[in-house]
Nanobody, 114 residues
């Protein structure tokens, strides 16, 4: 069964930066589109960014220009670089294929607070 393991979250001040990582335990990772989602308390899980197997990217309006998604197929890993973080970015961040068809990992908590 595929496993997704997210890491890199933490507490950061507004305006700060973090880089999240997600490693997938599947051999066909390189042909899979991947996405980052986030879920704040009381809210639904929302799509933040996605990346195609060829490296094409798309972002939610709320993070465009501040977040960058990338991937390293040799490491079965997708990254999310988050700059100029805002309190409203506080959430648990998850990775998955677009649509969430793979079992969800535990996520990684990002808290933006002064």
């Amino acid at each position: 069964q595929v496993q997704l393991v997210e890491s890199g979250g933490g507490l950061v001040q507004p305006g700060g930066s973090l880089t999240l990582s997600c490693t997938a335990s599947r051999s066909n990772f390189r042909i899979m589109p991947m996405a980052w989602y986030r879920q704040a308390p009381g809210n639904e899980r929302d799509l933040v960014a996605l990346i195609t197997p060829g490296g094409g990217t798309n972002y939610a309006d709320s993070v465009r220009g501040r977040f960058t998604i990338s991937r390293d197929n040799a490491k079965n890993t997708v990254y999310l670089r988050m700059n100029n973080l805002k309190p409203e970015d506080t959430a648990v961040y998850y990775c998955n294929v677009p649509g969430g068809a793979t079992p969800w990992g535990q996520g990684t908590q990002v808290t933006v607070s002064s």
